[in-house]
């Protein structure tokens, strides 16, 4: 049988398999139907690279500097009570010398002094220096004697006399109070007159010298009684420790406010309109955690008082929202998880399987699992924000990540054109407000009428709370808000 001429010719792509089908045709077939199942629903897995988990601050790096905030307090305390105090300290007989001794020039004389009115108190600055002045009242009783014909003899009297002091105020750092008392002189009220074997005889000389000889003695036994009975230390050292104390400021939310006081501030005591002002500043970090009351060992010691020249008449708290990446994700996918999407006219379709969140420098990354026309993940970056109006941490730009974008322009680039992203974005809002207005409200009742110690009393009110930033740190999105306001300390005796 003659061999068919042609079929040296024939290619080898179209040779007639057993079954009368060409082996090259089968091959096309192949491939048309490889690139119609490629585009075909439910045929696309998406694959792109992560984007790699990046931080730049820590929780710890969040609770430091960058949150320090002082709390100021304009303290004032009126001289009436300075001067009630002062009178209710010293009464009745307050100097005693019943020896009747020779007092260096002859004259035997002994006397008693008692407070005879309420002392004054005023207060002035001078060549820059704050000074109280006392105006002390006294009654002074005297005896003096003389040797008549070889006899002792003797005559008393009772006089009235004002001394004058003047005495600056001063807290050294370790809180130990110290004074500088200096005279300023002394006023007869009545003059001081002995009748003695029928004659008067004058004692001005002999009182004055004994007072000039004891101011100096008095002067310093006043600054060391001031040294050594005003003890600032403890009352400070315990109210230091119950600012340390962490209270609870949301039960449901679990939330524990600290403050962390690093030091104290105090600008120099000033007189204004019958009062003693000075400005505290109490300066620290204010960390909010959520979870168990934090631990908190008691301070044994005081940081050094430092004085400054100026404290602000305001005060800046700084407020933590903090809300861990599962708990985030939790809330993003009860929005977003098995909410479907279409695209040119029902053509395609995609539905959200699953949400993960996690930070890479200042982006909040997105993995979002969706399955329909296209299956598989893909990861969307946005900027993180605190929105005041609507107290949510929120997104902006979020956008699709390169990789991801990259892959979505080979495989399913409608997915890029349409509005999934921004409708992501827009469900991508977490609130905080409610852990923020918990804290503003218990800080705000710390500031109403909030007792101190007996008589002294804390009032303050927050007028505004101003969004700093949100932190992404390893383990949650941390949001920073301060609250700004006005205190005062209102003193009703010391």
């Known amino acids: 049988m003659p061999k068919n001429r042609n079929s040296a010719t024939v290619p080898p792509r179209l040779r007639l398999n057993k079954r009368g089908v060409a082996a090259g045709t089968a091959y096309c077939y192949c491939l048309l139907l490889f690139a119609l199942t490629a585009c075909s629903p439910n045929s ?40 009630r105090q002062i009178n209710t300290q010293v009464n009745g007989l307050i100097y005693e010398d019943n020896s009747f001794d020779n007092d260096g020039d002859g004259t035997p004389f002994m006397t008693n002094v008692w407070k005879r009115a309420p002392i004054r108190v005023s207060a002035g600055v001078v060549k820059g220096d704050s000074l109280f002045y006392f105006q002390v009242p006294l009654k002074i009783w005297a005896k003096a004697g003389k040797k008549v014909l070889g006899f002792m003899q003797s005559g008393e009297t009772t006089f009235e006399i004002d001394l004058k002091f003047a005495t600056r105020f001063s807290i050294d750092p370790d809180w130990s109070v110290s004074t500088q008392t200096r005279a300023e002189g002394y006023d007869f009220v009545t003059t001081p007159t002995v009748r003695l074997v029928g004659f008067d005889i004058p004692i ?14 008095i002067t310093a036994a006043l600054d060391k009684q001031v040294k050594a009975n005003i003890d600032l230390k403890t009352p400070v050292l315990r109210t230091w420790n119950l600012v340390r104390e962490p209270y609870n400021v949301s039960e449901e939310f679990r939330t524990w406010l600290s403050v962390v006081p690093r030091r104290v501030l105090i600008t120099p005591l000033r007189f204004e309109q019958g009062e003693i002002r000075t400005t505290i500043g109490l300066e620290g970090h204010t960390l909010t955690t959520i979870g168990p009351k934090p631990p908190v060992r008691p301070a044994a010691a005081l940081p050094d008082l430092t004085v400054v020249p100026t404290v602000k008449d305001d005060f800046r708290v700084g407020i933590i929202a903090e809300a861990t990446y599962p708990e985030v994700a939790e809330l993003a996918k009860k929005q977003l998880v098995g909410k479907s999407f279409s695209f040119r006219d029902g053509a395609y379709n ?13 982006n909040l990354i997105v993995k979002a699992g969706i399955t329909g026309s296209v299956t598989g993940d893909i990861y969307l970056r946005g900027q993180p924000y605190y929105d005041p109006q609507t107290k949510t941490v929120a997104l902006r730009n979020l956008t699709y990540d390169l990789d991801t974008k990259n892959l979505l322009q080979r495989a399913a680039s409608w997915l890029l054109q349409s509005t999934l992203a921004k409708t992501m974005e827009k469900n991508m809002a977490f609130p905080v407000g409610d852990q923020i207005d918990a804290i503003r409200q218990s800080v705000q009742e710390r500031l109403t009428n909030y007792p101190l110690a007996k008589g002294v009393t804390l009032k303050g009110k927050i007028t505004d709370v101003r969004p700093d930033q949100v932190y992404l740190t390893p383990t949650a999105m941390v949001a920073v808000v301060y609250a700004n306001g006005k205190v005062d300390v209102k003193v009703a005796g010391l």
């Open 44 to 83: 696309g897995r998406l694959n792109p690279t992560a984007p790699t988990a990046n931080y730049k601050a820590t929780n710890m790096d969040v609770h430091n500097e960058s949150l320090l905030s002082t709390v100021n307090i304009p303290v004032s305390i009126a001289l009436a009570d300075v001067e």
């Open 204 to 217: 001005t000389g002999l009182v004055r010298k004994a007072i000039d000889n004891n101011l100096g003695t």
């Open 350 to 362: 995609v539905t959200v399987t699953d949400i993960d969140l996690y930070g890479q420098n200042d």
